[in-house]
């Protein structure tokens, strides 16, 4: 997967991700670069994905890596609605095998008893 992240970025992990680990706090991912907030749905999900591989290498697990994908408004732009439908569906195809396989809230949440 290529580098998406920029000088800041990667300063941000640096000095974030150490302070996380030491006080078992969560880390929350923003998909975004020094550019701002790509319209690309495959760059996004690229920088989820290293935030949560910096994030677990520096020892946080990672069901405590909240990324939050940033839908945008559709007010702001026509496109976002199509934008955040397709990288919906890429972080459920990729993220399969990385979400624990027990369900986070109890079965009988869900109608059928699977998330």
């Known amino acids: 997967m290529p580098d998406q992240f920029g000088e800041r970025e990667e300063a941000s992990l640096?000095?974030?991700?150490?302070?996380?680990?030491?006080?078992?706090?969560?880390?929350?991912?923003?998909?975004?670069?020094?550019?701002?907030?790509?319209?690309?749905?495959?760059?996004?999900?690229?920088?989820?994905?290293k935030i949560i591989e910096r994030s677990v290498r520096a020892g946080i697990m990672a069901e405590d890596v909240i990324v939050d994908p940033l839908a945008m408004a559709v007010s702001a732009d026509p496109q976002a609605c199509l934008v955040t439908l397709k990288l919906s569906g890429l972080f459920i195809r990729s993220w399969v095998i990385i979400l624990p396989r027990e369900p986070a809230i109890s079965p009988s949440?869900?109608?059928t008893g699977n998330p």
């Open 14 to 49: 640096k000095a974030l991700l150490p302070v996380a680990k030491e006080y078992g706090a969560a880390i929350i991912g923003l998909c975004m670069d020094d550019d701002g907030i790509t319209h690309d749905p495959e760059k996004r999900l690229a920088i989820a994905e």
């Open 109 to 111: 949440v869900y109608p």
